[in-house]
């Protein structure tokens, strides 16, 4: 069993940047990719980002592309997202997410693992 518990969320302006990161248990953390999702209160969960099991790969939802980036330290059993230019309609739960295949999903489905959520609000 594989436990994530993200931190790093909180209120920032439009235009700040927030880094979260999600840390594992387990001793499985560098074989599974790791995905990055958030939901907006009435919206359905939306990919962020992912990266692959090595780190070498990874990949972004069209609404973020260019202002976020995600980095993984499996040796410290951390993923993170850098979040750049932030805009008022990034606010949301971002949630961690943890897929036992080693490739990048964008589906909800796949994951396995989740976190609880950190509240990212972004003010105008």
């Known amino acids: 069993q594989v436990q994530l518990i993200e931190s790093g969320g909180g209120l920032v302006q439009a235009g700040g940047s927030l880094r979260l990161s999600c840390t594992a248990s387990?001793?499985?953390?560098?074989?599974?990719?790791m995905g990055w999702f958030r939901q907006a209160p009435g919206k359905e969960r939306e990919f962020v980002g992912g990266?692959?099991?090595?780190?070498?790969?990874?990949r972004y939802g069209d609404s973020v592309k260019g202002r976020f980036t995600i980095s993984r330290d499996n040796a410290k059993n951390t993923v993170y997202l850098q979040m750049n230019i932030l805009k008022p309609e990034d606010t949301a739960i971002y949630y961690c997410?943890?897929?036992?295949?080693?490739?990048?999903?964008?589906?909800?489905?796949?994951?396995?693992?989740w976190g609880q959520g950190t509240q990212v609000t972004v003010s105008s």
């Open positions: 997410a943890g897929d036992r295949n080693s490739a990048i999903s964008t589906l909800v489905r796949s994951y396995v693992y």
């Open positions: 387990g001793r499985t953390f560098s074989n599974y990719a």
């Open positions: 990266i692959s099991a090595s780190g070498g790969l990874t």
